[in-house]
């Protein structure tokens, strides 16, 4: 089974030091899920101007859908500027009022969340009052909400982080993320426990934790499965964490176990770090490749 996966929210231009690549993590999200097997549109805008079509072209190119993704003849394509005190450690700054603030939607994109595998979405994209009320309608109807927390000071609360969980079926945090709301929730002991209560009390279908060089883990009906880092020399980190849950989602939605779904996802992620970007063009092979190299060595690398 080939999934369909819908991923809501921004697409824009990282502004590096040195160079200009497209991004966002919804964007990054669909890319990886199209390289790394699955179907992938997304629903977003961009401004009327070049790099609006430089980035549709680019998706096109790459196999994701576009057809969801709006124009704006008012606002410019989204932009972010990235610094790096370390090659671990990026630091954005995220132009606010542009085209991806201003989603409509339509009776196309309702469709299209409702016949799709799974919706994917952050919380960066509900900044503006619009996109929340548009997701939140979304979500109404997908049969598989999947929300990647991936906060962005300053655009989040407790109270949107907390109100996205409790209408989410699959959780993804990073273990900075995860101290956050356990310090919200009251939630203490080890982190094992944290994972466990919050997917109790949420009644999620399952929650994925990334922990760095200390590796990941998914809890599901299944239980609760570990996964340790593949071993490869970072280059940036810039999409590793998003590669991750589309290269998850990719094969857990098509059946797979916990387990594959996270090995395939920790060494999907690993690959994206080791290459400049967010997007770094690559084939399933190459995943494939690390994965089989891993099984005659020791893994540690870092995913947020």
Known sequence: MKPRIICFGEVLWDLLPERSIIGGAPLNVAYHAVRLGADA????RV????RGRDLLTFLTDKGVDTRLIEIDNNRPTGTVKVNFPTPESPVYEIVEDVAWDHLIGSQQTVAAVAGA?????GSLACRSPANRELLL????QSACAVFDVNLRKPFYDKALILELIGRTHILKVNDEELE???EWLELSGPWQHRLRELYRRYDLRAVILTMGARGAACLDEAGLTEQACYSVKVADTIGAGDTFLAA???RYLAGGSPAEALDFAAAAGAH????????????LEDVERLQQRRREGSPTTQLN
């Open 47 to 50: 401004g009327n101007d070049e």
């Open 272 to 283: 994206t770090a080791s290459r400049a970007g967010g997007t770094p063009t690559y084939r």
């Open 117 to 121: 595998d799974a919706l994917v979405f």
């Open 180 to 182: 956050l709301i356990s």
């Open 41 to 44: 549109a997304i629903v977003s």
């Open 248 to 250: 998850f989602l990719t």
């Open 137 to 140: 309608s979304l979500i109404d």
